[in-house]
Nanobody, 116 residues
Framework: QVQLVESGGGFVQAGGSLTLSCTAS????????MAWYRQAPGNQRDLVAS???????KYEDPVKGRFAISRDNAKNTVSLLMNSLKPEDTAVYYC??????????WGQGTQVTVSS
């Protein structure tokens, strides 16, 4: 049974930083591509960043230069360091697997709130 558990969300002022973590179980983590998504109220769930098993990373334009995704295959964790946070970064952040052409697994989400 695959489980993804996020942690690290919270409340921060604009310009601040937060680090989200996601611990995975029930899968061969080191070869699993992973991603972070986010969903603001009334919006669709959008991709934020992804990382392959070999740690190749990609970022969506709104977070380029501010966010950094990383993974620790020894600990089955994927992290998202978020710097220079803006109010528009406020959302529920989800950890997921990032397979193409097959079902993906999702965490329960963690709230990030950025005040102006």
């Amino acid at each position: 049974q695959v489980q993804l558990v996020e942690s690290g969300g919270g409340f921060v002022q604009a310009g601040g930083s937060l680090t989200l973590s996601c611990t995975a179980s029930g899968l061969l983590f080191k070869s699993t591509p992973m991603a972070w998504y986010r969903q603001a109220p009334g919006n669709q769930r959008d991709l934020v960043a992804s990382i392959t098993g070999a740690s190749t990373t990609k970022y969506e334009d709104p977070v380029k230069g501010r966010f950094a995704i990383s993974r620790d295959n020894a600990k089955n964790t994927v992290s998202l360091l978020m710097n220079s946070l803006k109010p528009e970064d406020t959302a529920v952040y989800y950890c997921s697997t990032h397979y193409y052409g097959r079902e993906n697994y999702w965490g329960q989400g963690t709230q990030v709130t950025v005040s102006s």
